[in-house]
């Protein structure tokens, strides 16, 4: 009777035996790695109350002998190459008790950190006293140069209620642009003299803030709205017929509009500049000379008729710059901040 297996072939068997001895040499070289390390290395806990002694230390080294070392290591905190490992990857500290609470943050630090600078001079409940000069821009014919003295009360930090008082009479200066064109064409322009100017004024501080010069010096400035109404007193020059008529002064409603930029050099004091334009109704000379008697017919004379004067008012706009000084009245303050 034949058998129904075949015959296994000698070089798979050869195979086969090859890769089974290599397997059992591996497995003994490990076997022998472990039993060395078990040698080395004691995990054994010593008797003790609660307490487990756990040694990493290898045995044979320079530093320690087994448990010993271990006990070497806790009382005198290690030395040498016997100490604990734990202890040297901590930096060699004091030990740490395991029963010590860290100290835990009861409350939150919180500062109150201001990112906006306070302003540098307050002006509510201060009085302001603005001494300037001023010049007319907008007449080529006359000029209408004044002193100015200016008051204020600033009941907010922006908004101000004053007066300003100008004086004009013995500082006005007729051009000689108006003198030679009269002379020589016979062609003359009516202007107007003033004597002076009152006005009722209201301020409005709309921006302010500070820049820096020449990179060392720091300036607050403010920039400001004003605005108001009052009196001049004016008079219109004689220049068409000047050998016969006189003109007296007159009380005229002007009101006034204007802005300005001040700088301030102290808390108290400060440098502005402002253009400012007055506006009133003038009375201005008549054009032209009326023949005989009629010609001496002024205002007030008892004669019919005042051909000295045009029959309707002119509209007249003196737009003004004004350069001069701010003293902020008392000189200090105090911040009162909101709690």
Same mark, same amino acid.
């Given at each position: #009777? ?7 072939? =000698? ?26 390390? @078990? ?10 109350? !609660? ?18 070392? !271990? ?15 734990? @202890? ?12 010590? &609470? ?14 906006? $600078? ?38 907010? =930090? ?10 004009? &009479?013995?500082?006005?200066? &007729?051009?000689?642009? =108006? ?6 064409? %016979? /062609? ?11 006005? /009722? ?11 820096? #010069? ?17 009196? #001049? ?23 006034? /509009?204007?802005?300005?930029? %001040? ?15 007055? #506006?009133? /109704?003038? $009375?201005? &000379? ?7 008697? $009629? %010609?001496? =017919? ?11 004067? $045009? ?24 911040? %009162?901040?909101?709690?």
């Amino acid at each position: #009777m034949r058998s129904s297996h075949r015959a296994i072939p =000698n070089s798979w068997a050869a195979t086969s035996a090859g890769a089974l001895a290599v397997a059992l040499i591996a497995s003994a070289m490990a076997s022998g790695t472990v039993a060395a390390q @078990d040698a080395d290395m004691d995990f054994t806990q010593e008797g003790g109350e !609660g307490g487990a002694d756990m040694d990493f230390t290898q045995e044979g080294g320079e530093g320690g002998e087994g448990a010993e070392g !271990g006990e070497g290591a806790e009382a005198g905190g290690g030395g040498g190459g016997g100490g604990d490992i734990m @202890d040297d990857l901590a930096g060699g500290g004091g030990e740490v008790e395991a029963g010590a &609470e860290r100290p835990t943050r009861t409350t939150e630090a919180r500062e109150e950190i201001f990112a906006v $600078q306070q302003i540098y001079a307050l002006r509510i409940n201060r009085v302001e006293l603005a001494p300037s000069a001023a010049f007319t821009l907008n007449d080529p014919f006359v000029s209408h140069s004044a002193v100015s003295l200016g008051l204020n009360y600033w009941w907010t =930090n922006v908004l101000a209620i004053g007066v300003n008082f100008l004086w004009y &009479e013995g500082l006005e200066q &007729e051009s000689d642009l =108006n003198f030679f064109i009269r002379r020589s064409t %016979r /062609l003359a322009v009516p202007v107007s003299a003033y004597q002076f100017g009152a006005h /009722l004024n209201f301020t409005y501080v709309p921006l302010y803030g500070k820049f820096a #010069m020449f990179n060392e010096f720091i300036f607050q400035w403010d920039a400001y709205i004003v605005g108001g109404v009052g009196l #001049m007193r004016t008079r219109p020059v004689p220049v068409v017929d000047p050998e016969v008529r006189r003109f007296d002064f007159d009380v005229r409603i002007a009101f006034n /509009l204007g802005i300005g930029l %001040r700088v301030f050099v102290t808390r108290w004091l400060a440098i502005f500049g402002e253009i400012r334009n007055y #506006m009133y /109704l003038e $009375q201005l &000379e008549a054009l032209e000379v009326a023949l005989g008697e $009629q %010609r001496f =017919n002024g205002p007030g004379d008892d004669l019919e008729g005042n051909t000295w004067v $045009q029959d309707s008012v002119a509209f007249t706009s003196n737009v003004t710059v004004h350069l001069g000084l701010t003293i902020f009245l008392p000189f200090d303050f105090e911040y %009162r901040l909101p709690r």
